[in-house]
């Protein structure tokens, strides 16, 4: 695509309840990033992916998160039993490859969670 | 570890004006790059300027500029002849290079401009 896209826009969740976020990076674009944006805080690096190479889940806070990227594209980037300090916006990134990234990633929209 | 300072919450300018934002950064790498990033209501996050830490030469990009000052871990964003559309909030974001890097960004808490018609 043309663009980094990211789903749903807007989510609204029940505390306890499990939640899917999807990133479809531009097409061949092979480093992808997820990153957290909590209320009056900078982004915060969660998770990368490039190419088949083991992801580095060193910003994951805690268990209940996780993520995959299938075939080298889409990533989903899971909660489970979600909690409300988990309320922030969720950012995906990606960029050529891992190097590119410091002529600037393309970010997307980002999905925006409210856990109630 | 690294760690960026915005110490700006918030900075207002009316249009046409220059404003100068500021950014610290603290690190024990020497190659690196430094950026600044905005971020407008649709939330996605547009690149606005870079610098490559081995120049010594300020980057700048139209109406935009930085003074990046190595010795003392200081990058300022300068926006010149400030427009309405400049209205975002504002990351500068820090990110190391060469091996062992994973060309992640560590970034600020931001700064709010406001630009005032």
């Known amino acids: 695509g043309a663009g980094v896209s990211q789903s749903p826009s807007n989510k609204v969740t029940e505390k306890g309840k499990d939640v899917e976020l999807r990133c479809d990076p531009i097409s061949g674009h092979t480093a992808l990033y997820w990153y957290r944006q909590s209320l009056g805080q900078g982004l915060e690096f969660l998770i990368y992916?490039?190419?088949?190479?083991?992801?580095?889940k060193s910003g994951l806070p805690s268990d209940r998160f996780s993520a995959e990227r299938t075939g080298g594209s889409v990533s989903t980037l899971t909660i489970q039993r979600t909690q409300q300090e988990d309320s922030a916006v969720y950012l995906c990134?990606?960029?050529?490859?891992?190097?590119?990234?410091?002529?600037?990633?393309?970010f997307g929209s980002g999905t925006r969670l409210t856990v109630v | 570890a690294q760690t960026v300072t915005q110490s700006q919450p918030e900075m207002s300018v009316q249009e046409a004006e220059t404003v100068t934002l500021s950014c610290t950064y603290d690190?024990?790498?020497?190659?690196?790059?430094l950026f600044w990033y905005k971020q407008p209501p649709s939330r996605q996050m547009i690149l606005v300027i870079r610098q490559e830490a081995y120049k010594q030469q300020n980057a700048t990009e139209n109406r935009f500029s930085v003074n990046f000052q190595k010795a003392a871990k200081s990058f300022s964003l300068k926006i010149s002849d400030s427009q309405l559309g400049d209205t975002a909030m504002y990351f500068c974001?820090?990110?190391?290079?060469?091996?062992?890097?994973?060309?992640?960004?560590?970034f600020g808490k931001g700064t709010l401009l406001t630009v005032n018609p």
């Open positions: 974001a820090f990110m190391k290079i060469g091996g062992g890097s994973n060309y992640k960004l560590t």
């Open positions: 990134a990606s960029s050529l490859s891992y190097g590119l990234g410091l002529y600037g990633y393309t």
């Open positions: 690190t024990s790498e020497n190659n690196y790059y």
């Open positions: 992916f490039q190419g088949n190479s083991a992801p580095d």
